[in-house]
């Protein structure tokens, strides 16, 4: 299993800015994947972030307002940028699934945008 | 797009009674995975069940893999208060190496006491 941690916990940002949420593994993983979950709603995939090369982002998601920072193993960074009342979500980071493995989450970020 | 899709959207039971919740999906899969979430928070690993499996426990869970159907369901037996999560199936989207999940709309359990 993979212990998987991340920063802020949760944040109340204005719109118009921009937040970084950290992922932190406790393991070495090849790939890593961000999440968001709407109110109410189901986790959308918005990008998976492999070490050393850019991160391929799913239909609807652009790197413009979610760049994506692997500089290692166990590390990643999601940035919502020029944020809207509509990114108001939780954003999770996620790893494992390789192989078809058990897929493993962290504790979320919960996001407010005023 | 969603491929898995929990029904019912909602359930609600007394204390001690089982819970079935249901899933079905659209394309061909690996395995199939279910997570609980409690109000907003992450998610928690319960149970995956391979493409070559039908049935499989852990504990109070039981979940079964009808891959003719395309469909799986999570029986909760002896539910608990505590068992007021939302629960959702997820289903691997193998493509190109990478193996994200893609996540049903999910199940509101409420267990009243």
């Known amino acids: 299993s993979a212990v998987i941690s991340q920063k802020p916990s949760r944040d109340i940002c204005q719109r118009g800015t921009s937040l970084t949420i950290q992922c932190q593994v406790d393991s070495q993983v090849t790939m890593m994947f961000w999440y968001r979950q709407q109110p109410g709603q189901s986790l959308t995939l918005i990008a998976t972030?492999?070490?050393?090369?850019?991160?391929?982002?799913e239909s609807g998601f652009v790197i413009d307002k979610f760049p994506i920072s692997r500089p290692n193993l166990t590390f990643s960074t999601l940035t919502v940028s020029n944020m809207s009342p509509e990114d108001s979500s939780i954003y999770l980071c996620?790893?494992?699934?390789?192989?078809?493995?058990?897929?493993?989450f962290g504790p979320g970020t919960r996001l407010l945008v005023l | 797009s969603q491929q898995g899709e929990e029904d019912p959207q909602a359930l609600s039971i007394q204390e001690g009674e089982n819970a079935t919740m249901n899933c079905s999906y659209k394309?061909?899969?690996?395995?199939l995975q279910w997570y609980r979430q409690n109000s907003g928070r992450g998610l928690v690993h319960l149970i995956l069940?391979?493409?070559?499996?039908r049935e499989k426990h852990s504990g109070r869970l039981r979940v079964t893999l009808d891959t003719s159907k395309k469909s799986s369901s999570l029986l909760i037996t002896a539910s608990r208060a505590a068992d007021t999560a939302s629960y959702f199936c997820?289903?691997?989207?193998?493509?190109?190496?990478?193996?994200?999940?893609?996540f049903g709309k999910g199940t509101r359990l409420s267990v009243i006491a």
């Open positions: 972030a492999n070490q050393g090369s850019e991160a391929t982002y």
């Open positions: 069940i391979r493409s070559n499996e």
């Open positions: 997820a289903t691997d989207a193998w493509r190109s190496g990478n193996t994200p999940l893609v």
């Open positions: 996620s790893v494992g699934g390789a192989g078809g493995e058990t897929q493993y």
């Open positions: 394309t061909s899969i690996n395995n």
